[in-house]
Every structure is written in structure tokens, then in C-alpha cells.
């Protein structure tokens, strides 16, 4: 299958961190297409041996292990070119459709790593470039818009030029490895569903914890902040992915339709319910590491007296009867004290226990970094003659180790689904929307709310408050136990 992609942002952070790893290790691993070409469109005026050049001296800060060798990135490179492109002349995309179609390429996919705002300007241009045809395919980046109507105004531009189907809105986390094997946990197995359910489950967490900073980003992220940044997608996407109903099928929409339905189904914000479940905090200066870090205000490019928030915890719940009365509480912050993703079920304690002494319930941990992994928390006798002595024992699976050989990572493993037009994992129109539509009463409510995010220590784990959120059910955040 022959194959065209392009990256609108070709000379971005994104690209070159991310998404040019990402392509290089499918290509080592020998799952990239043959017959491909990958072009880089940015305003400068490069040749394709400078941009070579230039990605090559990039490559340098990559992780050692996915490093090239001198060999593989001259094979690599053979791949790459590049283009000046000024988003703004229609004469440029022409040229664009020009050089597609000198061999007119099975697949076209056309891959917009630019700020969300320039989205409806570029697939305006597209479409009256004709570059809209049924081969190609649009990638969008997260964050697709600040609020409900900016999204759902990228949606529209994005509609009017390509079907549903041509355009893969990207959520990272859901190419994760753990994500993947949450699905094939709960729907490939028996083991689990029969206790997927409020009878059986006493809370779900759901954390994304960063330990560093905002670094050179303050002015994006002071009109971005974490409800935004992750909440709206990250956090809500897990959410999905934990409390959908068994589709009937493993068809891109029949997954999607389960995911919408949850969305709907999530308890709605009030102004009141803002003010009782949902935290936000903002990052002092403290200590990383043992090493001194700044305030948030002390960032580089953060505007004196910003009330962006760069913590986020929040208490909701799914409103079926499957979930009914179970707590899920979402939390993302920066500056925490590790970096740490994780889904934790928390299930409930046996209903009558002759082990005295022993309270622990068994816990599901579903780890999404910094490894990936599964960790099942039991009890367990911890010797002949000791059989009232219990003890907390897990059953974990790395699988970093399990999968060693087939280890794909996220972004890797997005792209080849791009490239082969599986849907599966990506976020349609009508999820997003909806995932604003639910987030907005809060934005609101915060608008209105003059004491602003709470302070906490860079290197903690957020206000004291998030812990408050949690203990007014009786229970503790996993890092408490």
C-alpha cells in the first residue's frame, strides 16, 4: 500500500518529538508501509537535505535506545522531505496537490500538528484545494478548541470538508498499551465483568500527575490550564474507557456509541456542585528531586497574578445502573511529587471477613506511566500454620516485559492505525462535543469565583483540599494508603 504523509507544523515541537520518533520506530520495526513518503510543510525555506539535516541533529535528544544509527537514519531519511508552505496562500496548497499527485498515492494522510485555531483556516484551504478526496485523512491534535462552541466551530469547518469518517481526532492516551488491555481485561475475559458493577465496586480514581512545571509553555498554559488541558480529554477518555457498556462489536462506531453514552450519562455541574466537588490549585514554589523549583507565577512567560489553575481533582458519577452511587474522581496536575498515570478500581471489602485484624479490599491497578503495566492487590495466608495472618500480595503484569518483542508505543501505534484507517481509538465529533458540553459549567463557575485555585507545594500532591474531596466518602487517594 502506498502511502502520503504530511505534517502541516513540520518544523514544531510536536512533530520532531513526537510524531518523527514515533514514524522512525514503526520503521525500524519494519510496520511502515513500503511504498510511503512523509513530507514536512512549515513557512521556512528548507531543501530536504537541510530538513534531513535538521531532524537528524534532533534524533540526539531522544531516548538512547530508540537513538538511530548513522545507517537507519540514512535509510529512514530517504522518506523524508519537505516543502515551504504559508498556510494562508491558496498557490501553496496547490503545489501540495501538485506534488501528491505525481504518484497518487493510495493514502493520503494529511496530519494538521499546528495550534487548534489554525485548524478551519487549513481545512478550508484543503477543501478548495480539492484535497478532500476519499483517500485522504485528516489528523487533528489535541486541544481541539478552548470551550463547547470554539470545538464545535472546528467541527463544522472540518465537516464541510470531510466525512466523519476522513477525520481521526487524537487522544494519545488512548494508544496506550494499558488502555488497549483494559479493553481486552474486560471484554476478552470472564473474570472481571460479572464484578464490573456498584454491586462489587467502591470507587474508581483516575490520576495524571506530571512533576514538571510548564517550562517555556506559560503563555499557552495560562490560557489553556489542566481542566482544559486534561480533564476535558485525557481524564474523561479513561473514564469512557472504564465504565462503557460491552459493545456488540469491535467496529469503530459500535465502541464510540458506548463511549457517548457514557458521556451523557455523567452527574451534571451545578454551581453549587462545582463549589462541592471540584478542586483546583496552583503550584509554589517547592522542591522536585531535592532540587528547588518555581511558582507557576515565576514561570517564564506566565502573566503576573494568573488564576490558571495547574491542578485539577474532581468527584463525579455515571448515572446508569450499572454505576449508580459509585464515585469517580479525576485528577491532573503539575509539579506533583512524581509522574505518575494510573486507573485505580477500588473494589469493595468482603461482606463478612474471618481473618480478623485484615480490611484491605483487592484493587485494580491500571498503570499507564511512566510503565505499563497491570496490578491486581489481593490477600493472601502468609504461611503454613498463619492462616489469619493475611498479608497485601500482587499479581503484576509489565508489559514492558510481557510484550517485549511487539512493544508499539502510543503515537507509533496511532499512526499505523491512521495509515490503515482504523477508527478504533480515535475520538469521534459528537464524544468530544460532548466532553465540553459536561466541563463548561465549570469554566462558568470559575469565572464567577473570586477566591481563585488554592496553593500548593511544587512536589506534593496537590491542595489539601483534594484529599478533603476524597475523605468525605470515606476513602483515600491511592498514594495515601
Known sequence: MSFDLVFFGGTGDLTWRKLMPALFQAFRHGKLPPDGRILAVARDEQTDAQYRAWIKERFQDVEGAKRPSDEEFARFAELLHYRRLDLSQPEHYARLKAWLGERDADTVVLYLATSPYLFPQICAQLGAAGLSGPQVRVVLEKPLGHDLASAQEINRVVRSVFREEQAFRIDHYLGKPSVQNLMALRFGNVLFEPLWRRESIANVQITIAEDLGVGTRGDFYDGTGALRDMIQNHALQLLTMVAMEPPPSNDADAIRDEKLKVLKSLKPFTEESVARDVVRGQYRAGTIDGKPVPGFLEEDKVPPGSR?????????????????????????????????????????????????????????????????????????????GQAEALVPVSLDLDFD?????????????????????????????????????????????????????????????????????????????????
Not at 454505576?323 to 463478612?352: C, E, M, S
Not at 478504533?424 to 463557575?445: G, H, K, M, T, Y
Open 401 to 481: 516485559k510481557a510484550f517485549a518483542e511487539n512493544r508499539v508505543g502510543a503515537y507509533e501505534r496511532l499512526l499505523m492505525d491512521v495509515i490503515a484507517g482504523r477508527l478504533n481509538l480515535f475520538v469521534r465529533s459528537d464524544e468530544q462535543e460532548e466532553a465540553w458540553a459536561w466541563v463548561e459549567p465549570i469554566l462558568r463557575a470559575w469565572q464567577g469565583d473570586d477566591a481563585g485555585p488554592r496553593p500548593y507545594a511544587a512536589g506534593t500532591w496537590g491542595p489539601p483540599a483534594a484529599s478533603a474531596l476524597v475523605a468525605r466518602d470515606g476513602y483515600i487517594w491511592s498514594e495515601e494508603e
Open 308 to 384: 490558571t489553575e495547574t491542578f485539577v481533582a474532581l468527584r463525579t458519577e455515571v448515572q446508569n445502573w450499572r454505576w449508580a452511587g459509585v464515585p469517580f474522581y479525576l485528577r491532573t496536575g503539575k509539579r506533583l511529587a512524581a509522574r505518575d498515570a494510573q486507573i485505580v478500581v477500588n473494589f469493595r471489602p468482603t461482606p463478612h471477613t474471618i481473618f480478623p485484624g485484615v480490611s484491605r479490599p483487592n484493587k485494580l491497578v491500571i498503570k499507564l506511566q511512566p510503565e505499563d503495566g497491570l496490578e491486581l492487590h489481593l490477600l493472601a495466608a502468609k504461611g503454613a
